[in-house]
Protein backbone atom coordinates (compact mmCIF):
# COMPACT_ATOMS: atom_id res chain seq x y z
CA UNK A 1 0.00 0.00 0.00
CA UNK A 2 1.40 3.42 -1.01
CA UNK A 3 0.87 7.07 0.72
CA UNK A 4 2.28 9.32 2.71
CA UNK A 5 2.51 7.29 6.05
CA UNK A 6 3.95 4.15 3.97
CA UNK A 7 5.54 2.30 6.68
CA UNK A 8 5.73 4.16 9.65
CA UNK A 9 4.30 2.50 12.63
CA UNK A 10 1.72 4.91 14.56
CA UNK A 11 0.81 4.66 17.64
CA UNK A 12 -2.90 5.77 18.61
CA UNK A 13 -3.93 5.56 22.11
CA UNK A 14 -7.70 5.42 23.20
CA UNK A 15 -8.04 3.48 20.05
CA UNK A 16 -11.34 1.42 20.75
CA UNK A 17 -14.11 3.79 19.53
CA UNK A 18 -14.69 7.10 18.74
CA UNK A 19 -11.80 9.58 17.66
CA UNK A 20 -9.19 7.27 18.41
CA UNK A 21 -10.94 4.43 16.13
CA UNK A 22 -10.84 7.01 13.13
CA UNK A 23 -7.44 7.70 13.60
CA UNK A 24 -6.41 4.52 12.99
CA UNK A 25 -8.58 3.97 9.82
CA UNK A 26 -7.00 6.90 8.37
CA UNK A 27 -3.20 6.50 9.19
CA UNK A 28 -3.80 3.07 8.14
CA UNK A 29 -5.41 4.73 4.99
CA UNK A 30 -2.41 6.24 4.30
CA UNK A 31 -0.40 3.22 4.41
CA UNK A 32 0.64 3.50 8.47
CA UNK A 33 1.27 0.09 10.10
CA UNK A 34 -1.27 0.97 13.38
CA UNK A 35 -0.61 -0.08 16.50
CA UNK A 36 -4.11 0.78 18.46
CA UNK A 37 -3.62 0.80 22.31
CA UNK A 38 -6.18 0.96 24.89
CA UNK A 39 -7.73 -0.63 27.89
CA UNK A 40 -9.67 -3.51 26.55
CA UNK A 41 -7.13 -5.79 24.32
CA UNK A 42 -10.28 -7.28 23.06
CA UNK A 43 -11.53 -3.99 21.88
CA UNK A 44 -8.23 -2.77 20.25
CA UNK A 45 -7.59 -5.87 18.72
CA UNK A 46 -10.92 -5.74 16.89
CA UNK A 47 -10.10 -2.08 15.79
CA UNK A 48 -6.84 -3.89 14.26
CA UNK A 49 -8.79 -6.44 12.81
CA UNK A 50 -10.88 -4.44 10.85
CA UNK A 51 -8.05 -2.13 9.47
CA UNK A 52 -6.79 -1.78 5.79
CA UNK A 53 -3.83 -4.19 4.96
CA UNK A 54 -0.71 -2.34 6.48
CA UNK A 55 2.23 -1.17 3.77
CA UNK A 56 5.18 -2.94 5.10
CA UNK A 57 6.40 -6.28 3.32
CA UNK A 58 7.52 -7.13 6.73
CA UNK A 59 4.46 -6.51 8.83
CA UNK A 60 1.53 -7.01 6.63
CA UNK A 61 -0.86 -7.19 9.80
CA UNK A 62 -1.53 -4.29 12.26
CA UNK A 63 -1.12 -4.82 16.01
CA UNK A 64 -3.02 -4.27 19.25
CA UNK A 65 -1.88 -3.54 22.65
CA UNK A 66 -3.59 -3.61 26.27
CA UNK A 67 -2.33 0.43 27.87
CA UNK A 68 -3.94 2.17 30.45
CA UNK A 69 -2.75 5.50 30.17
CA UNK A 70 -2.46 6.65 33.58
CA UNK A 71 -0.63 3.68 34.81
CA UNK A 72 3.12 4.05 33.87
CA UNK A 73 4.32 -0.17 34.64
CA UNK A 74 1.07 -0.77 31.68
CA UNK A 75 2.32 2.32 29.32
CA UNK A 76 5.64 0.67 29.74
CA UNK A 77 4.82 -2.50 28.91
CA UNK A 78 2.54 -1.77 26.06
CA UNK A 79 5.16 0.29 24.55
CA UNK A 80 7.77 -2.60 24.61
CA UNK A 81 5.58 -4.85 23.65
CA UNK A 82 5.11 -2.94 20.69
CA UNK A 83 8.34 -1.60 19.78
CA UNK A 84 9.77 -5.34 20.17
CA UNK A 85 6.52 -6.74 17.60
CA UNK A 86 7.56 -3.51 14.79
CA UNK A 87 11.14 -2.68 15.71
CA UNK A 88 9.80 0.74 16.43
CA UNK A 89 6.99 3.38 17.31
CA UNK A 90 7.42 6.47 14.55
CA UNK A 91 4.18 8.17 16.16
CA UNK A 92 2.44 8.99 18.86
CA UNK A 93 -1.12 9.84 19.03
CA UNK A 94 -1.80 10.69 22.59
CA UNK A 95 -5.43 10.45 22.45
CA UNK A 96 -6.84 8.62 25.28
CA UNK A 97 -9.11 11.05 27.66
CA UNK A 98 -11.86 10.91 29.60
CA UNK A 99 -15.17 12.88 28.88
CA UNK A 100 -18.39 10.75 28.64
CA UNK A 101 -18.12 10.18 32.66
CA UNK A 102 -17.31 13.64 33.68
CA UNK A 103 -18.57 14.90 37.09
CA UNK A 104 -19.94 18.60 35.58
CA UNK A 105 -19.85 21.19 38.87
CA UNK A 106 -18.72 24.25 39.79
CA UNK A 107 -15.32 24.25 39.94
CA UNK A 108 -15.40 24.73 43.90
CA UNK A 109 -17.49 22.23 44.57
CA UNK A 110 -15.84 19.68 42.15
CA UNK A 111 -14.14 16.46 45.00
CA UNK A 112 -10.56 15.68 44.98
CA UNK A 113 -10.99 12.45 43.72
CA UNK A 114 -13.00 13.85 40.59
CA UNK A 115 -9.74 16.44 39.81
CA UNK A 116 -7.60 13.66 40.19
CA UNK A 117 -9.19 10.80 38.21
CA UNK A 118 -9.77 13.12 35.77
CA UNK A 119 -6.04 14.47 35.50
CA UNK A 120 -4.70 10.90 35.98
CA UNK A 121 -6.21 10.19 32.16
CA UNK A 122 -6.31 13.08 30.34
CA UNK A 123 -2.77 14.72 32.36
CA UNK A 124 -1.05 12.03 33.31
CA UNK A 125 -1.60 9.67 30.46
CA UNK A 126 -0.10 11.74 27.66
CA UNK A 127 3.04 12.82 29.73
CA UNK A 128 3.33 8.57 30.33
CA UNK A 129 3.15 7.71 26.86
CA UNK A 130 5.63 10.17 25.74
CA UNK A 131 8.45 9.46 28.29
CA UNK A 132 8.43 5.86 27.36
CA UNK A 133 8.32 6.18 23.38
CA UNK A 134 10.90 9.27 23.85
CA UNK A 135 14.30 6.96 24.21
CA UNK A 136 13.76 5.10 20.94
CA UNK A 137 12.33 8.49 18.71
CA UNK A 138 15.69 10.30 20.21
CA UNK A 139 18.17 7.40 18.99
CA UNK A 140 16.77 7.36 15.34
CA UNK A 141 16.82 10.38 15.07
CA UNK A 142 12.98 11.32 14.39
CA UNK A 143 9.29 11.06 15.63
CA UNK A 144 6.66 12.77 15.77
CA UNK A 145 4.42 13.15 18.94
CA UNK A 146 0.77 14.28 18.30
CA UNK A 147 -1.56 15.43 21.55
CA UNK A 148 -5.48 15.82 20.94
CA UNK A 149 -6.70 18.16 23.25
CA UNK A 150 -9.57 20.16 22.91
CA UNK A 151 -10.67 23.90 22.00
CA UNK A 152 -12.63 24.27 24.98
CA UNK A 153 -9.23 25.25 26.51
CA UNK A 154 -10.09 28.32 24.70
CA UNK A 155 -13.49 28.91 25.38
CA UNK A 156 -13.07 28.18 28.94
CA UNK A 157 -15.99 25.63 29.21
CA UNK A 158 -18.13 26.47 32.92
CA UNK A 159 -18.88 23.38 34.96
CA UNK A 160 -16.03 21.47 33.26
CA UNK A 161 -13.08 23.02 35.09
CA UNK A 162 -11.10 19.43 35.55
CA UNK A 163 -11.24 18.98 32.02
CA UNK A 164 -10.79 21.90 30.80
CA UNK A 165 -7.14 22.48 33.36
CA UNK A 166 -6.59 18.89 32.03
CA UNK A 167 -6.19 19.88 28.49
CA UNK A 168 -4.57 22.74 29.02
CA UNK A 169 -1.96 21.44 31.10
CA UNK A 170 -0.87 19.05 27.95
CA UNK A 171 -0.97 22.10 25.84
CA UNK A 172 1.85 23.14 28.01
CA UNK A 173 3.67 19.73 27.83
CA UNK A 174 3.32 20.14 24.32
CA UNK A 175 5.63 23.07 24.08
CA UNK A 176 8.13 22.04 26.36
CA UNK A 177 8.50 18.57 24.77
CA UNK A 178 9.08 20.46 21.63
CA UNK A 179 11.55 22.39 22.71
CA UNK A 180 13.13 19.49 24.47
CA UNK A 181 12.90 17.32 21.74
CA UNK A 182 13.15 19.25 18.84
CA UNK A 183 17.40 18.88 18.47
CA UNK A 184 16.54 15.05 17.91
CA UNK A 185 14.43 15.79 15.03
CA UNK A 186 11.23 14.86 17.05
CA UNK A 187 8.16 17.09 16.37
CA UNK A 188 5.58 17.73 19.19
CA UNK A 189 1.97 19.21 18.42
CA UNK A 190 -1.45 19.35 19.13
CA UNK A 191 -4.97 18.96 17.80
CA UNK A 192 -7.68 20.83 19.31
CA UNK A 193 -11.00 19.51 18.11
CA UNK A 194 -14.28 21.55 18.60
CA UNK A 195 -17.35 19.37 20.09
CA UNK A 196 -17.15 16.43 18.07
CA UNK A 197 -20.04 14.09 17.19
CA UNK A 198 -18.20 10.70 18.58
CA UNK A 199 -20.50 8.28 20.66
CA UNK A 200 -19.45 9.16 23.91
CA UNK A 201 -20.86 13.10 22.90
CA UNK A 202 -23.86 11.87 21.19
CA UNK A 203 -24.38 9.52 24.75
CA UNK A 204 -23.82 12.36 27.35
CA UNK A 205 -25.37 15.37 25.57
CA UNK A 206 -28.63 15.95 24.99
CA UNK A 207 -29.34 17.93 21.49
CA UNK A 208 -25.21 17.21 20.52
CA UNK A 209 -26.26 17.46 16.90
CA UNK A 210 -26.72 21.21 17.58
CA UNK A 211 -24.94 22.00 19.90
CA UNK A 212 -22.70 25.39 19.37
CA UNK A 213 -23.19 24.99 15.35
CA UNK A 214 -24.38 28.75 15.55
CA UNK A 215 -20.69 29.57 17.35
CA UNK A 216 -18.99 28.63 14.22
CA UNK A 217 -18.08 30.32 10.84
CA UNK A 218 -19.01 26.91 9.22
CA UNK A 219 -22.41 26.31 10.14
CA UNK A 220 -22.85 22.30 10.63
CA UNK A 221 -21.81 19.93 13.52
CA UNK A 222 -18.41 18.50 13.67
CA UNK A 223 -18.27 15.34 12.98
CA UNK A 224 -14.76 12.72 13.47
CA UNK A 225 -13.55 12.62 9.98
CA UNK A 226 -13.14 16.80 10.12
CA UNK A 227 -10.19 15.82 12.39
CA UNK A 228 -8.40 13.40 11.12
CA UNK A 229 -6.76 14.75 7.92
CA UNK A 230 -5.06 17.48 10.42
CA UNK A 231 -3.38 14.25 12.60
CA UNK A 232 -2.69 12.73 9.48
CA UNK A 233 -0.61 15.28 8.18
CA UNK A 234 0.95 16.21 11.05
CA UNK A 235 2.55 12.66 11.38
CA UNK A 236 3.77 13.01 7.75
CA UNK A 237 7.20 14.19 6.72
CA UNK A 238 5.20 16.91 5.19
CA UNK A 239 5.19 18.21 8.48
CA UNK A 240 8.45 18.14 9.30
CA UNK A 241 8.74 21.74 10.05
CA UNK A 242 5.72 22.25 12.48
CA UNK A 243 6.13 22.10 16.41
CA UNK A 244 5.30 23.44 19.81
CA UNK A 245 1.65 23.88 17.72
CA UNK A 246 -1.79 23.69 18.58
CA UNK A 247 -4.21 23.95 15.84
CA UNK A 248 -8.01 24.01 16.49
CA UNK A 249 -10.42 22.58 14.53
CA UNK A 250 -13.79 23.21 15.03
CA UNK A 251 -15.40 24.84 11.99
CA UNK A 252 -14.08 28.74 13.30
CA UNK A 253 -15.79 28.62 16.64
CA UNK A 254 -12.27 29.64 17.85
CA UNK A 255 -9.96 32.09 17.13
CA UNK A 256 -6.01 31.97 18.51
Not at 93 to 110: G, K
Not at 184 to 208: D, H, K, Q, W, Y
Amino acid sequence: MSGRLAGKVCLVTGSSQGLGREFCHKLAAEGAIVVAAGRSLEKVRAVADELPAAGDADHGRHFAVALDTGDPDSVGAGVRAAEQELGRIDVLVNNAATFADLTRAPFDELTVDEWDRIMRINARGPWLTSRAVAPGMRARGCGRIINIVSATFFSGSPLWAHYVASKGAVIGLTRVMAKELGPFGICVNAVAPGFTLTEAALATMPGAESYGVDRGCIKRAEQPGDVVGIVAFLASDEAGFITGQTLIVDGGRQFI
